[in-house]
């Protein structure tokens, strides 16, 4: 596997790390650090995203469209109620990412991010609302993207609260010119306020023939969308073809490239995808993967239970089933170390306890819940 640069040269260290059995989870030595990995629970259903809650449950969505609950490590049989209507096929559509409100413990407001059937096939939605007695209510759609196709791919559909903003990544639906085009939402980065307004001073705001809730577009299908602890800046990843994932940074009004340039290649044929890697006007990404790594879920680490991972940015693998660990220095990838390889299948989400632990779901029919925590 080769990784690469999109900046100045720096090391890339590739370690899978060794395992071995030990009571309460099997022990892993990566290079920073020596972890365990323990089963909070199995039973999920193609688990796509999670959420803690103040009270100590967790939220994990299935992709089928289902919200299910867990308290004290124990998955509760019944699923939340009063979703949306969901269309969820054999594809990519379903159930996607959820996200608290950043005045959860006042409001009990929370939002997912969905695929609904409308006028014209299918397409991402955004629905917030209140989550009291295990059940969601008074759901209201704040954005539906435009517009709908009979497509199964690339509904995105990550969500971020940041800084007084809500935002959501959007993947081509598969229609690739649609990424170049902002008056289109598919292929780009939405900005919104939380309750969905539009912000004044978003870069399409105001612009005849532009979808004013873009802040980036030229994107092919963000899975990974998470704020960095200290610089605050707020970074995605998205999918290549074959080949060619990306990791950037997220500027205002930026165009990514999608599908111009790309370091992809077409999955059929040995040719590259669009005119090249690089053209004036489009953004390099920080780093990208060849072969691809079909990245999903990203967070950065900050907590106090693995101090040498401090900063560290982890993502998940859904090709090669691993977890990527990546070190910045000054916005530049400088180190990557590949963990967990082929042990636990699919990684589809990566999230920071509130204990600072890590959290991972299995993209699985039987889908886990995993817990990585110190192996002392």
Same mark, same amino acid.
């Given at each position: 596997? /080769? #990784?690469?640069?999109?900046?100045? @040269?720096?090391?890339?260290? !590739?370690? %899978?790390?060794? +395992?071995?059995?030990?009571? =309460? *989870? ?44 867990? /308290? #004290?490590?124990?998955?509760?049989? @019944?699923?939340?109620?009063? !979703?949306? %209507?969901?269309? +969820?096929?054999?594809?990519? =559509? *379903? ?101 969905g307004a539009i912000p004044p001073d978003n870069p399409f705001a105001g612009k005849s023939a532009h979808q004013p809730e ?63 890697t690089h053209k004036p006007g489009m953004e390099q990404p920080v780093f990208y993967w060849v072969p691809s790594i079909a ?82």
């Open positions: 596997m /080769r #990784s690469h640069l999109a900046g100045p @040269a720096a090391f890339i260290c !590739l370690i %899978a790390g060794t +395992a071995a059995s030990a009571a =309460g *989870g099997e022990v892993f030595d990566s290079r920073k650090a020596r972890f365990r990995v323990v089963t909070v629970t199995s039973g999920l259903t193609h688990p796509w995203s999670m959420v803690f809650l103040p009270s100590g449950e967790i939220l994990v969505t299935e992709r089928p469209g289902t919200l299910r609950l867990i /308290r #004290s490590g124990v998955l509760q049989d @019944a699923p939340v109620t009063g !979703l949306p %209507a969901i269309s +969820a096929k054999q594809d990519q =559509g *379903g159930l996607l990412d959820i996200a608290l409100d950043p005045d959860f413990e006042k409001n009990r407001r929370l939002c997912i991010s969905y695929v609904a059937a409308g006028e014209g096939g299918r397409g991402t939605e955004i629905g917030c609302g209140t989550f009291r007695d295990d059940r969601l209510e008074d759901l209201q759609v704040i954005f539906r993207a435009f517009p709908k196709n009979k497509s199964g791919r690339h509904f995105g559909c990550r969500l971020l609260f940041a800084d007084g903003y809500l935002y959501a990544t959007l993947g081509d639906r598969g229609k690739r010119p649609q990424a170049q085009d902002p008056g289109t939402h598919p292929g780009s980065v939405l900005r919104l306020f939380p309750d873009l802040y980036t577009y030229g994107n092919r299908n963000p899975q990974g969308l998470a704020r960095h602890p200290v610089t605050g800046e707020i970074w995605m990843h998205e999918h290549g073809p074959r080949g060619g994932d990306e990791l950037n940074r997220i500027i205002a009004g930026a165009n990514y490239g999608w599908p111009v340039i790309s370091y992809g290649k077409e999955y059929f044929l040995p040719q590259a995808v669009g005119e090249g990245p999903s879920g990203m967070a950065f680490y900050s907590g106090s239970r693995f101090p040498a991972w401090q900063n560290s940015l982890f993502i998940g693998s859904l090709k090669f089933q691993e977890l990527v660990r990546l070190e910045l220095d000054r916005g530049q990838v400088i180190a990557e170390e590949r963990l967990l390889s082929r042990e636990y299948g699919r990684i589809r989400d990566v999230r920071q306890g509130p204990e600072g632990a890590l959290y991972l779901l299995t993209d699985e029919a039987d889908g886990q819940l995993l817990k990585i925590v110190p192996a002392d």
